[in-house]
Protein backbone atom coordinates (compact mmCIF):
# COMPACT_ATOMS: atom_id res chain seq x y z
CA UNK A 1 0.00 0.00 0.00
CA UNK A 2 1.42 3.79 -1.14
CA UNK A 3 -0.51 6.18 -0.14
CA UNK A 4 0.12 9.59 -1.64
CA UNK A 5 -0.86 12.69 -0.71
CA UNK A 6 -0.58 16.48 -1.35
CA UNK A 7 1.03 18.56 1.28
CA UNK A 8 0.29 22.04 1.65
CA UNK A 9 3.55 22.39 3.54
CA UNK A 10 6.32 20.71 1.24
CA UNK A 11 3.89 21.78 -2.28
CA UNK A 12 4.11 18.10 -3.44
CA UNK A 13 2.83 14.74 -3.14
CA UNK A 14 4.60 12.66 -0.57
CA UNK A 15 4.26 9.13 0.18
CA UNK A 16 2.30 8.91 3.71
CA UNK A 17 3.89 7.20 6.14
CA UNK A 18 2.37 7.03 9.61
CA UNK A 19 4.56 8.53 12.99
CA UNK A 20 3.45 5.82 14.62
CA UNK A 21 3.14 2.40 12.40
CA UNK A 22 -0.14 1.25 11.50
CA UNK A 23 -1.53 4.48 13.17
CA UNK A 24 -3.43 7.73 11.92
CA UNK A 25 -4.11 10.53 14.47
CA UNK A 26 -5.71 13.69 12.66
CA UNK A 27 -7.33 16.74 13.25
CA UNK A 28 -10.13 18.98 11.50
CA UNK A 29 -10.62 22.57 11.94
CA UNK A 30 -14.61 22.25 12.52
CA UNK A 31 -17.48 24.94 12.54
CA UNK A 32 -17.70 27.91 14.04
CA UNK A 33 -21.29 27.52 15.50
CA UNK A 34 -22.60 30.37 15.75
CA UNK A 35 -24.82 29.78 12.33
CA UNK A 36 -25.86 26.32 11.34
CA UNK A 37 -23.15 25.09 8.44
CA UNK A 38 -23.55 25.27 5.28
CA UNK A 39 -22.89 23.24 2.09
CA UNK A 40 -19.34 24.41 1.43
CA UNK A 41 -18.65 23.92 4.96
CA UNK A 42 -19.70 20.08 4.44
CA UNK A 43 -17.41 20.35 1.48
CA UNK A 44 -14.53 19.93 3.58
CA UNK A 45 -16.10 17.67 6.36
CA UNK A 46 -16.89 15.33 3.72
CA UNK A 47 -12.96 15.37 2.72
CA UNK A 48 -12.55 14.52 6.63
CA UNK A 49 -14.80 11.44 6.23
CA UNK A 50 -13.11 10.26 3.74
CA UNK A 51 -9.82 10.37 4.99
CA UNK A 52 -11.07 8.35 7.46
CA UNK A 53 -12.68 5.56 5.61
CA UNK A 54 -10.19 5.59 3.07
CA UNK A 55 -7.43 5.03 5.89
CA UNK A 56 -9.56 2.12 7.75
CA UNK A 57 -9.87 0.95 4.93
CA UNK A 58 -6.22 0.25 4.46
CA UNK A 59 -6.07 -1.17 7.99
CA UNK A 60 -4.78 1.88 9.34
CA UNK A 61 -6.23 2.72 13.27
CA UNK A 62 -7.32 5.88 13.17
CA UNK A 63 -7.56 8.94 15.71
CA UNK A 64 -10.01 11.76 14.58
CA UNK A 65 -10.42 15.01 15.86
CA UNK A 66 -12.75 17.90 14.59
CA UNK A 67 -13.17 20.76 16.46
CA UNK A 68 -16.18 23.29 17.50
CA UNK A 69 -15.38 26.45 17.62
CA UNK A 70 -17.51 28.63 19.99
CA UNK A 71 -15.69 31.39 20.72
CA UNK A 72 -13.20 33.86 19.96
CA UNK A 73 -13.30 33.01 15.92
CA UNK A 74 -13.38 36.92 14.32
CA UNK A 75 -15.35 38.27 11.97
CA UNK A 76 -12.16 39.00 10.27
CA UNK A 77 -10.00 36.38 9.78
CA UNK A 78 -7.01 38.51 10.40
CA UNK A 79 -6.91 39.11 14.26
CA UNK A 80 -9.81 42.14 13.75
CA UNK A 81 -12.91 42.83 13.71
CA UNK A 82 -16.00 41.18 16.62
CA UNK A 83 -16.33 37.55 17.81
CA UNK A 84 -18.56 36.27 15.22
CA UNK A 85 -20.42 34.22 18.64
CA UNK A 86 -20.96 37.81 20.04
CA UNK A 87 -21.96 38.95 17.20
CA UNK A 88 -24.59 36.77 16.60
CA UNK A 89 -25.99 36.86 19.98
CA UNK A 90 -26.40 40.57 19.98
CA UNK A 91 -28.13 40.28 16.15
CA UNK A 92 -30.23 37.74 17.69
CA UNK A 93 -31.06 38.84 20.96
CA UNK A 94 -30.16 34.79 22.03
CA UNK A 95 -28.18 33.87 24.57
CA UNK A 96 -24.23 32.74 23.04
CA UNK A 97 -24.47 29.86 25.16
CA UNK A 98 -28.20 28.70 23.60
CA UNK A 99 -26.88 29.80 19.89
CA UNK A 100 -23.79 27.23 20.51
CA UNK A 101 -26.16 24.39 21.39
CA UNK A 102 -28.93 24.80 18.84
CA UNK A 103 -26.04 25.02 16.20
CA UNK A 104 -24.11 22.32 17.66
CA UNK A 105 -26.89 19.87 17.30
CA UNK A 106 -28.36 20.93 13.75
CA UNK A 107 -24.44 20.14 13.16
CA UNK A 108 -24.45 16.45 14.12
CA UNK A 109 -27.97 16.14 12.12
CA UNK A 110 -26.61 16.96 9.04
CA UNK A 111 -23.06 15.04 9.64
CA UNK A 112 -25.98 11.83 10.55
CA UNK A 113 -27.78 12.52 7.57
CA UNK A 114 -24.84 12.87 5.22
CA UNK A 115 -23.87 9.42 7.05
CA UNK A 116 -20.42 11.00 8.45
CA UNK A 117 -18.50 8.33 10.26
CA UNK A 118 -18.67 10.23 13.77
CA UNK A 119 -15.60 11.67 14.65
CA UNK A 120 -13.65 10.16 17.84
CA UNK A 121 -13.30 13.42 19.55
CA UNK A 122 -15.50 16.65 18.61
CA UNK A 123 -14.21 19.08 21.46
CA UNK A 124 -15.89 22.50 22.24
CA UNK A 125 -13.22 25.25 22.29
CA UNK A 126 -14.81 26.60 25.63
CA UNK A 127 -13.90 23.24 26.94
CA UNK A 128 -11.00 23.72 26.99
CA UNK A 129 -9.45 27.20 28.25
CA UNK A 130 -7.17 25.82 30.97
CA UNK A 131 -5.38 24.04 27.82
CA UNK A 132 -5.46 27.05 26.29
CA UNK A 133 -4.18 28.97 29.32
CA UNK A 134 -1.20 25.85 29.80
CA UNK A 135 0.17 26.71 26.26
CA UNK A 136 0.00 30.70 26.18
CA UNK A 137 2.08 30.30 29.62
CA UNK A 138 4.65 28.43 27.95
CA UNK A 139 4.79 30.68 25.07
CA UNK A 140 5.28 33.47 27.92
CA UNK A 141 7.96 32.14 29.00
CA UNK A 142 9.60 31.44 26.30
CA UNK A 143 9.16 34.50 25.01
CA UNK A 144 7.17 33.99 21.93
CA UNK A 145 4.21 35.92 23.31
CA UNK A 146 3.79 39.37 25.31
CA UNK A 147 1.55 40.98 27.32
CA UNK A 148 -0.14 44.17 26.62
CA UNK A 149 -2.39 45.36 29.75
CA UNK A 150 -4.59 42.03 29.81
CA UNK A 151 -4.49 41.10 25.66
CA UNK A 152 -1.56 38.91 24.77
CA UNK A 153 0.10 38.37 21.33
CA UNK A 154 2.34 35.83 20.20
CA UNK A 155 5.40 37.87 18.51
CA UNK A 156 5.63 36.49 14.75
CA UNK A 157 9.66 37.77 14.86
CA UNK A 158 10.20 35.14 17.45
CA UNK A 159 9.37 32.49 15.15
CA UNK A 160 11.48 32.75 11.33
CA UNK A 161 9.99 30.06 10.43
CA UNK A 162 6.44 32.12 10.42
CA UNK A 163 4.78 31.73 6.44
CA UNK A 164 6.00 28.56 5.57
CA UNK A 165 2.84 27.18 5.27
CA UNK A 166 0.93 29.83 3.25
CA UNK A 167 4.11 31.54 1.51
CA UNK A 168 3.70 34.38 3.24
CA UNK A 169 6.62 36.59 4.39
CA UNK A 170 6.40 38.79 7.24
CA UNK A 171 7.90 41.99 5.76
CA UNK A 172 4.79 41.48 3.18
CA UNK A 173 2.41 40.90 5.39
CA UNK A 174 3.55 44.12 7.63
CA UNK A 175 4.15 46.83 4.58
CA UNK A 176 0.74 45.67 3.52
CA UNK A 177 -1.00 46.04 6.66
CA UNK A 178 -3.52 48.36 8.10
CA UNK A 179 -1.49 49.87 10.78
CA UNK A 180 -3.93 51.96 12.58
CA UNK A 181 -6.17 48.79 13.35
CA UNK A 182 -4.27 47.86 16.48
CA UNK A 183 -1.55 50.08 17.65
CA UNK A 184 -0.93 47.77 21.15
CA UNK A 185 0.98 45.21 18.96
CA UNK A 186 4.87 45.12 18.65
CA UNK A 187 4.42 44.76 14.76
CA UNK A 188 1.24 44.52 13.09
CA UNK A 189 1.40 40.49 11.80
CA UNK A 190 1.74 39.48 15.39
CA UNK A 191 -1.66 37.80 16.25
CA UNK A 192 -4.04 37.64 19.55
CA UNK A 193 -3.58 34.88 21.75
CA UNK A 194 -5.79 36.07 24.22
CA UNK A 195 -8.13 39.22 24.55
CA UNK A 196 -9.69 40.86 27.68
CA UNK A 197 -12.89 42.36 27.12
CA UNK A 198 -15.39 43.39 29.91
CA UNK A 199 -18.05 43.28 27.82
CA UNK A 200 -17.98 40.42 26.16
CA UNK A 201 -20.76 37.72 26.55
CA UNK A 202 -18.43 34.94 27.12
CA UNK A 203 -15.26 35.19 29.09
CA UNK A 204 -13.44 33.82 31.65
CA UNK A 205 -11.10 34.69 34.53
CA UNK A 206 -7.86 33.34 34.82
CA UNK A 207 -4.27 34.11 35.25
CA UNK A 208 -4.60 36.77 32.40
CA UNK A 209 -7.25 39.07 34.25
CA UNK A 210 -10.84 38.38 34.94
CA UNK A 211 -12.94 39.44 31.77
CA UNK A 212 -10.85 37.46 28.74
CA UNK A 213 -11.27 35.09 25.73
CA UNK A 214 -9.07 32.67 23.94
CA UNK A 215 -7.70 34.18 20.25
CA UNK A 216 -9.24 31.46 17.71
CA UNK A 217 -5.85 30.07 16.41
CA UNK A 218 -4.76 29.13 20.09
CA UNK A 219 -7.70 27.03 20.54
CA UNK A 220 -6.91 24.16 17.99
CA UNK A 221 -3.52 24.41 19.06
CA UNK A 222 -4.60 23.45 22.34
CA UNK A 223 -7.46 21.29 21.68
CA UNK A 224 -4.91 19.56 18.80
CA UNK A 225 -2.06 18.67 21.76
CA UNK A 226 -4.72 17.47 24.35
CA UNK A 227 -6.18 14.72 22.23
CA UNK A 228 -3.84 13.90 19.58
CA UNK A 229 -0.10 14.37 21.04
CA UNK A 230 2.82 17.27 20.84
CA UNK A 231 3.22 15.50 16.86
CA UNK A 232 0.58 14.14 15.33
CA UNK A 233 -0.10 13.00 11.30
CA UNK A 234 -2.40 15.15 9.45
CA UNK A 235 -4.21 18.22 9.92
CA UNK A 236 -7.04 19.40 8.17
CA UNK A 237 -9.28 22.27 6.86
CA UNK A 238 -10.74 24.81 3.72
CA UNK A 239 -8.44 26.54 1.58
CA UNK A 240 -9.28 29.54 3.76
CA UNK A 241 -7.65 28.24 6.67
CA UNK A 242 -4.36 27.98 5.22
CA UNK A 243 -3.74 31.51 6.28
CA UNK A 244 -3.94 33.28 8.87
CA UNK A 245 -5.47 30.11 10.78
CA UNK A 246 -2.61 26.89 10.15
CA UNK A 247 -0.22 29.59 9.95
CA UNK A 248 -0.35 30.80 12.83
CA UNK A 249 -1.09 27.08 14.82
CA UNK A 250 2.12 26.53 13.15
CA UNK A 251 4.27 29.02 15.49
CA UNK A 252 2.47 28.47 18.75
CA UNK A 253 2.34 25.13 18.37
CA UNK A 254 6.26 24.69 17.42
CA UNK A 255 7.31 27.02 19.51
CA UNK A 256 5.64 26.20 22.55
CA UNK A 257 6.28 22.82 22.00
CA UNK A 258 9.79 22.12 20.22
CA UNK A 259 9.90 20.51 16.93
CA UNK A 260 7.68 19.70 14.10
CA UNK A 261 3.72 20.00 14.68
CA UNK A 262 2.11 18.41 11.86
CA UNK A 263 3.68 16.38 9.59
CA UNK A 264 1.12 16.56 6.70
CA UNK A 265 -1.74 19.65 5.67
CA UNK A 266 -4.71 19.15 3.41
CA UNK A 267 -6.57 21.24 2.88
CA UNK A 268 -9.96 21.49 0.40
CA UNK A 269 -10.37 24.12 -2.29
CA UNK A 270 -13.73 25.93 -1.81
CA UNK A 271 -17.51 24.85 -2.91
CA UNK A 272 -18.78 27.89 -4.94
CA UNK A 273 -22.62 28.36 -5.82
CA UNK A 274 -23.71 29.00 -8.89
CA UNK A 275 -19.87 30.27 -10.19
CA UNK A 276 -19.45 32.64 -7.24
CA UNK A 277 -18.98 33.06 -3.81
CA UNK A 278 -21.93 31.96 -1.31
CA UNK A 279 -23.71 35.33 0.09
CA UNK A 280 -26.91 36.22 1.93
CA UNK A 281 -27.71 38.94 -0.85
CA UNK A 282 -28.01 36.46 -3.41
CA UNK A 283 -29.58 33.67 -0.70
CA UNK A 284 -27.82 30.32 -1.96
CA UNK A 285 -26.00 30.80 1.30
CA UNK A 286 -27.20 26.90 1.27
CA UNK A 287 -27.81 24.21 4.13
CA UNK A 288 -28.36 20.41 3.67
CA UNK A 289 -31.72 21.25 4.83
CA UNK A 290 -32.37 23.24 1.70
CA UNK A 291 -31.41 20.46 -0.64
CA UNK A 292 -33.80 18.12 1.45
CA UNK A 293 -36.66 20.50 0.65
CA UNK A 294 -35.82 20.89 -3.11
CA UNK A 295 -36.25 16.85 -3.04
CA UNK A 296 -32.51 15.59 -2.53
CA UNK A 297 -31.56 13.01 -0.41
CA UNK A 298 -28.52 14.53 1.40
CA UNK A 299 -26.12 11.40 0.09
CA UNK A 300 -26.99 13.26 -3.69
CA UNK A 301 -24.84 15.76 -2.25
CA UNK A 302 -22.16 13.39 -0.72
CA UNK A 303 -21.88 12.15 -4.21
CA UNK A 304 -21.70 15.46 -5.75
CA UNK A 305 -18.87 16.26 -4.11
CA UNK A 306 -17.02 12.99 -4.15
CA UNK A 307 -17.58 13.17 -7.96
CA UNK A 308 -14.92 15.88 -8.28
CA UNK A 309 -11.44 15.95 -6.64
CA UNK A 310 -11.30 17.66 -3.38
CA UNK A 311 -8.31 20.07 -4.55
CA UNK A 312 -10.20 21.41 -8.06
CA UNK A 313 -12.59 24.05 -7.62
CA UNK A 314 -16.09 22.59 -7.11
CA UNK A 315 -19.07 24.66 -9.00
CA UNK A 316 -22.59 23.61 -6.83
CA UNK A 317 -26.14 24.08 -9.43
CA UNK A 318 -29.02 22.60 -8.81
CA UNK A 319 -28.55 21.25 -12.36
CA UNK A 320 -25.50 19.92 -10.97
CA UNK A 321 -26.75 18.16 -8.08
CA UNK A 322 -29.64 16.78 -10.28
CA UNK A 323 -26.57 15.01 -12.69
CA UNK A 324 -25.03 13.74 -9.81
CA UNK A 325 -28.67 12.45 -7.99
CA UNK A 326 -29.45 10.71 -11.49
CA UNK A 327 -25.45 9.02 -11.22
CA UNK A 328 -26.55 7.84 -7.80
CA UNK A 329 -29.45 6.29 -8.86
CA UNK A 330 -27.66 4.29 -11.82
CA UNK A 331 -25.28 3.26 -9.02
CA UNK A 332 -28.25 2.33 -7.07
CA UNK A 333 -29.63 0.43 -9.72
CA UNK A 334 -26.36 -1.94 -10.30
CA UNK A 335 -26.68 -2.57 -6.30
CA UNK A 336 -30.23 -4.04 -7.02
CA UNK A 337 -28.99 -6.20 -9.58
CA UNK A 338 -26.41 -7.77 -7.85
CA UNK A 339 -29.00 -8.16 -4.73
CA UNK A 340 -28.72 -12.02 -5.16
CA UNK A 341 -25.20 -11.31 -4.55
CA UNK A 342 -25.03 -8.71 -2.29
CA UNK A 343 -26.58 -11.35 0.25
CA UNK A 344 -22.66 -13.31 -0.27
CA UNK A 345 -20.57 -10.57 0.53
CA UNK A 346 -22.53 -8.51 3.02
CA UNK A 347 -20.40 -8.64 6.41
CA UNK A 348 -17.81 -8.05 4.96
CA UNK A 349 -14.45 -5.46 5.62
CA UNK A 350 -13.71 -2.54 3.07
CA UNK A 351 -10.48 -3.91 2.67
CA UNK A 352 -11.82 -7.71 2.18
CA UNK A 353 -14.43 -6.68 -0.28
CA UNK A 354 -11.90 -5.01 -2.11
CA UNK A 355 -9.37 -7.72 -2.15
CA UNK A 356 -12.48 -10.15 -3.31
CA UNK A 357 -13.10 -7.58 -6.10
CA UNK A 358 -8.98 -7.66 -7.08
CA UNK A 359 -8.87 -11.34 -7.07
CA UNK A 360 -11.64 -11.64 -10.56
CA UNK A 361 -10.19 -11.54 -13.43
CA UNK A 362 -13.44 -9.57 -14.96
CA UNK A 363 -13.88 -7.07 -12.66
CA UNK A 364 -9.76 -6.82 -11.37
CA UNK A 365 -9.09 -3.55 -13.61
CA UNK A 366 -11.91 -1.65 -12.26
CA UNK A 367 -11.04 -2.33 -8.65
CA UNK A 368 -7.52 -1.36 -9.10
CA UNK A 369 -8.47 2.07 -10.71
CA UNK A 370 -10.77 2.41 -7.77
CA UNK A 371 -7.69 1.80 -5.70
CA UNK A 372 -5.14 3.82 -7.19
CA UNK A 373 -7.60 6.28 -7.47
CA UNK A 374 -7.45 6.81 -4.07
CA UNK A 375 -4.54 6.07 -3.11
CA UNK A 376 -3.60 9.23 -5.83
CA UNK A 377 -4.63 11.99 -3.38
CA UNK A 378 -7.60 10.95 -3.08
CA UNK A 379 -8.82 11.31 -6.76
CA UNK A 380 -12.46 10.07 -5.70
CA UNK A 381 -13.10 11.64 -9.32
CA UNK A 382 -11.45 8.61 -10.84
CA UNK A 383 -12.41 5.86 -7.84
CA UNK A 384 -15.96 7.02 -9.27
CA UNK A 385 -15.44 6.32 -12.89
CA UNK A 386 -14.48 2.88 -12.35
CA UNK A 387 -17.42 2.44 -10.37
CA UNK A 388 -19.53 3.35 -13.83
CA UNK A 389 -16.77 1.67 -15.84
CA UNK A 390 -17.80 -1.85 -13.80
CA UNK A 391 -21.41 -0.92 -14.34
CA UNK A 392 -20.96 -0.91 -18.16
CA UNK A 393 -19.58 -4.23 -17.93
CA UNK A 394 -21.91 -6.18 -15.47
CA UNK A 395 -25.10 -4.82 -17.66
CA UNK A 396 -22.99 -6.12 -20.75
CA UNK A 397 -24.82 -9.39 -21.40
CA UNK A 398 -21.33 -11.66 -21.98
CA UNK A 399 -20.54 -10.73 -18.18
CA UNK A 400 -19.36 -14.28 -16.99
CA UNK A 401 -21.80 -15.13 -13.99
CA UNK A 402 -18.57 -16.13 -12.01
CA UNK A 403 -17.54 -12.49 -11.57
CA UNK A 404 -20.90 -10.76 -10.11
CA UNK A 405 -20.03 -11.72 -6.77
CA UNK A 406 -17.02 -9.73 -6.75
CA UNK A 407 -18.73 -7.01 -9.03
CA UNK A 408 -20.99 -6.89 -6.21
CA UNK A 409 -17.77 -7.01 -3.54
CA UNK A 410 -16.63 -3.88 -5.47
CA UNK A 411 -19.33 -1.77 -5.12
CA UNK A 412 -20.00 -3.24 -1.59
CA UNK A 413 -16.30 -1.68 -0.23
CA UNK A 414 -17.53 1.45 -2.74
CA UNK A 415 -20.07 1.90 -0.56
CA UNK A 416 -18.23 1.49 2.67
CA UNK A 417 -15.39 3.93 1.83
CA UNK A 418 -17.75 6.47 -0.77
CA UNK A 419 -21.01 5.96 1.58
CA UNK A 420 -23.07 5.99 -1.54
CA UNK A 421 -26.26 4.84 -0.61
CA UNK A 422 -27.88 4.93 3.01
CA UNK A 423 -29.51 2.11 4.87
CA UNK A 424 -32.70 3.09 3.99
CA UNK A 425 -32.18 2.94 -0.09
CA UNK A 426 -32.07 -1.00 0.54
CA UNK A 427 -35.46 -0.59 1.01
CA UNK A 428 -37.22 1.00 -2.23
CA UNK A 429 -40.78 2.22 -0.78
CA UNK A 430 -40.81 -0.31 2.30
CA UNK A 431 -39.70 -2.85 0.36
CA UNK A 432 -36.66 -4.82 1.32
CA UNK A 433 -35.09 -6.75 -1.59
CA UNK A 434 -36.27 -9.97 0.06
CA UNK A 435 -39.36 -9.11 -0.42
CA UNK A 436 -39.86 -7.88 -3.85
CA UNK A 437 -37.77 -11.05 -4.92
CA UNK A 438 -40.92 -12.74 -2.55
CA UNK A 439 -43.58 -10.89 -4.99
CA UNK A 440 -41.28 -11.20 -8.18
CA UNK A 441 -41.55 -15.62 -7.98
CA UNK A 442 -45.44 -15.72 -6.75
CA UNK A 443 -45.69 -13.12 -9.80
CA UNK A 444 -43.97 -15.75 -11.88
CA UNK A 445 -45.92 -18.85 -10.01
CA UNK A 446 -49.24 -16.97 -11.19
CA UNK A 447 -47.94 -17.03 -14.36
CA UNK A 448 -46.92 -20.58 -14.54
CA UNK A 449 -50.64 -21.13 -13.16
CA UNK A 450 -51.85 -19.42 -15.68
CA UNK A 451 -53.74 -16.74 -12.95
CA UNK A 452 -53.17 -13.53 -14.89
CA UNK A 453 -55.08 -11.40 -12.77
CA UNK A 454 -53.10 -12.03 -9.72
CA UNK A 455 -50.10 -12.01 -11.53
CA UNK A 456 -50.95 -8.41 -12.97
CA UNK A 457 -51.65 -7.00 -9.18
CA UNK A 458 -48.16 -8.75 -8.36
CA UNK A 459 -47.03 -6.27 -10.74
CA UNK A 460 -48.60 -3.39 -10.16
CA UNK A 461 -47.65 -3.57 -6.05
CA UNK A 462 -43.83 -3.99 -7.68
CA UNK A 463 -44.58 -0.78 -9.93
CA UNK A 464 -46.12 1.28 -7.11
CA UNK A 465 -43.27 0.43 -5.21
CA UNK A 466 -40.70 1.91 -7.91
CA UNK A 467 -39.70 -1.62 -9.32
CA UNK A 468 -39.36 -2.33 -13.09
CA UNK A 469 -39.68 -6.13 -13.85
CA UNK A 470 -38.72 -7.44 -16.88
CA UNK A 471 -39.26 -11.12 -18.77
CA UNK A 472 -36.16 -12.50 -20.19
CA UNK A 473 -35.70 -16.10 -21.62
CA UNK A 474 -33.51 -16.24 -18.14
CA UNK A 475 -37.05 -15.63 -16.27
CA UNK A 476 -38.51 -12.44 -14.44
CA UNK A 477 -35.44 -10.00 -13.55
CA UNK A 478 -36.04 -6.92 -11.96
CA UNK A 479 -34.60 -3.57 -11.00
CA UNK A 480 -35.31 -0.17 -9.09
CA UNK A 481 -37.04 2.42 -11.28
P1 LIG B 1 -15.99 28.00 9.72
O1 LIG B 1 -17.33 27.59 10.22
O2 LIG B 1 -15.99 29.29 8.97
O3 LIG B 1 -14.98 28.02 10.86
O4 LIG B 1 -15.52 26.91 8.68
C1 LIG B 1 -15.47 25.53 8.99
C2 LIG B 1 -14.69 24.80 7.92
O5 LIG B 1 -15.33 24.90 6.64
C3 LIG B 1 -13.28 25.34 7.71
O6 LIG B 1 -12.38 24.26 7.55
C4 LIG B 1 -13.39 26.15 6.45
O7 LIG B 1 -12.16 26.25 5.78
C5 LIG B 1 -14.39 25.34 5.66
N1 LIG B 1 -15.13 26.10 4.62
C6 LIG B 1 -15.76 27.29 4.79
N2 LIG B 1 -16.37 27.67 3.63
C7 LIG B 1 -16.10 26.71 2.72
C8 LIG B 1 -16.43 26.52 1.33
N3 LIG B 1 -17.18 27.39 0.65
N4 LIG B 1 -15.97 25.41 0.71
C9 LIG B 1 -15.21 24.51 1.39
N5 LIG B 1 -14.88 24.63 2.68
C10 LIG B 1 -15.30 25.70 3.36
ZN1 LIG C 1 -8.87 25.31 13.54
Redesign the pocket.
Known sequence: MVLRFYNTLSRQKEVFTPLQEGEVRMYH????VYKR?HI??Y??FLFADLLRRWFEANELKVTQVMNL?DVG?LTDDADAGEDKLQQEAERTKVDPWAIVDQVSQAFFADLNALGVVPAHHYPRATDHIPEMVAMIEILLEKGHAYRVGDNIYFDVHSFPEYGKLSGNRVEDLEAGARLEINQEKRHPADFALWKSDPHHLMKWNTAFGEDGFPGWHIECSAMARKYLGDHFDLHT?????VFPHHECEIAQSESALNGSFVSLWMH?R??QVDGGK?SKSLGNVYSIDDLIERGFHPFDFRFLVQRGHYRTSLNFTWEALKGAAEARKSLQDLWSRLANEMSKVSGLSAAAALAQAEAAAEVAPFAKEFREGLNDDLNTSKAVAALFGLRTAVLRADFPEPNRTAAAALLYAADLILGLFPAEEDSADGLSDAEIEALVLARTAAKAAKDFAAADDLRNQLTTAGIVVEDTPQGAKWHRG
Not at 237 to 241: A, K, S
Open positions: CGPTPGNRATHGGEDNTFLM
